[in-house]
């Protein structure tokens, strides 16, 4: 079984905006920006062209992609469905992790903030667990000595 995510897909309600919120909250590229034509085949615009030519040409991009090391973050305009992604855990250098803490504003909710690790409710109502080199998955309770009694 593969153990390295290559790609999230998230559905969100502005999908310029949230191109524009995910790069500057985690220091993600632009892999490249898509529609979905009539003939029900997906089309990339051009390098270099941007949203305003995408509408100038009276294309609706439906689906773009943004890239961090190996991993993808694709983002699909709409609002999110069921079964859809609550929260994702990541495992990044420390140094990426304060960079992330530094880009947090108000329109996050912090729910853990400690040296190696930085828990958040994003602007799009998903949780990003984010965790150092060496931490790997402890359930929440074991990890705070919280235990049920049975």
Known sequence: ????????????????RAEEYYQRLFGMDLVGREAHMEDNLWYTLPPGKTWEDAR????????????????????????????????????MPARDISRIRKRLS?????LEDRPKALTFRDA???????????????????????????
């Open 1 to 16: 079984m593969a153990t390295e995510v290559r790609q999230i897909a998230l559905f969100v309600p502005d999908l310029q």
């Open 56 to 91: 100038a040409a009276g294309v609706e991009l439906s689906m773009l992609a943004l890239k961090r090391g190996s991993l993808v973050l694709a983002l699909f305009p709409g609002k999110p469905r069921a079964g859809q992604i609550h929260m994702i855990g990541l495992n």
């Open 106 to 110: 108000s329109a996050e909710e912090i």
């Open 124 to 150: 799009y109502a998903i949780i990003w667990q984010i965790h150092g080199p060496g931490t790997g998955f402890r359930s929440s309770g074991e990890a705070h000595g919280r235990w049920l009694e049975v």
